[in-house]
């Protein structure tokens, strides 16, 4: 068992940052690939970014290459989300989640747990 709990959201304005932060507890950490999430009302949750168990490989949503960075501390036991450049469409509630297994990180069903999500609003 994974108890995910986010951090970090908030408002800001139009090409202002946030970093989330999502903190972890139970069982190891660091054996689980992890990712973002996100969803806006009205529609479905949306993957924006994923990291496997060592930090090493990183995948991202096309339109938030080059503005979000995912990274992890496995010794704080912590994933991170650093959005930078964040536009009105980033507004969301986003989530983190942990995967066992399965290396298809861009979909929802491949992820064990969940987090409560943090809201992000961006005005424009």
């Known amino acids: 068992q994974v108890h995910l709990v986010e951090s970090g959201g908030g408002l800001v304005q139009a090409g202002g940052s946030l970093r989330l932060s999502c903190a972890a507890s139970g069982r190891s950490f660091s054996s689980y690939n992890m990712g973002w999430f996100r969803q806006a009302p009205g529609k479905e949750r949306e993957f924006v970014a994923a990291?496997?168990?060592?930090?090493?490989?990183?995948y991202y949503l096309d339109s938030v290459k080059g503005r979000f960075t995912i990274s992890r501390d496995n010794a704080k036991n912590t994933l991170y989300l650093q959005m930078n450049s964040l536009k009105p469409e980033d507004t969301a509630v986003y989530y983190c989640?942990?995967?066992?297994?399965?290396?298809?990180?861009?979909?929802?069903?491949?992820?064990?747990?969940w987090g409560q999500g943090t809201q992000v609003t961006v005005s424009s």
């Open positions: 990291i496997n168990w060592s930090g090493g490989n990183t």
């Open positions: 989640a942990a995967a066992g297994k399965g290396q298809r990180l861009s979909l929802p069903t491949t992820y064990d747990y």
